[in-house]
């Protein structure tokens, strides 16, 4: 299951980065079929990985522009505090990660019982 995250966790930055955020979810597709019946934990963990690593990476490249968005978007949200926007951004990632490993692995399934 390590390396069905680990497989996620690229393919899904790699698609993220080249083509856009919504296309991070068919990494997830793609493990949670490697893996088959536990694709929805992989899913999950692995873009949330993903995600994380592309916050970090951000904050830590423009680290003053980072804050200041997280900031304006707390304050957009109800004023919370900026903190909560990089982690209702991560929770977000891990649930399209969740239904695009259980996407993955039911289409694993649907493949497995048709060879049968």
Do not use: C, D
Request: cysteine-free.
């Amino acid at each position: 299951m390590t390396k069905g995250v680990l497989v996620v966790a690229i393919t899904s930055l790699i698609l993220h980065i080249l083509i856009g955020w919504m296309w991070g979810a068919a990494g997830a597709v793609f493990g949670g079929w490697l893996v088959g019946e536990k694709g929805w934990i992989v899913g999950l963990i692995g873009i949330a990985t993903s995600w994380t690593a592309i916050i970090i990476y951000s904050y830590v490249s423009a680290s003053y522009q980072v804050l200041e968005m997280a900031r304006v978007v707390g304050e957009l949200m109800g004023g919370l505090p900026p903190f909560s926007t990089f982690v209702v951004t991560v929770l977000m990632g891990a649930l399209l990660g969740l239904f695009g490993g259980f996407l993955g692995s039911s289409i694993a399934a649907i493949q497995h019982r048709e060879k049968v």
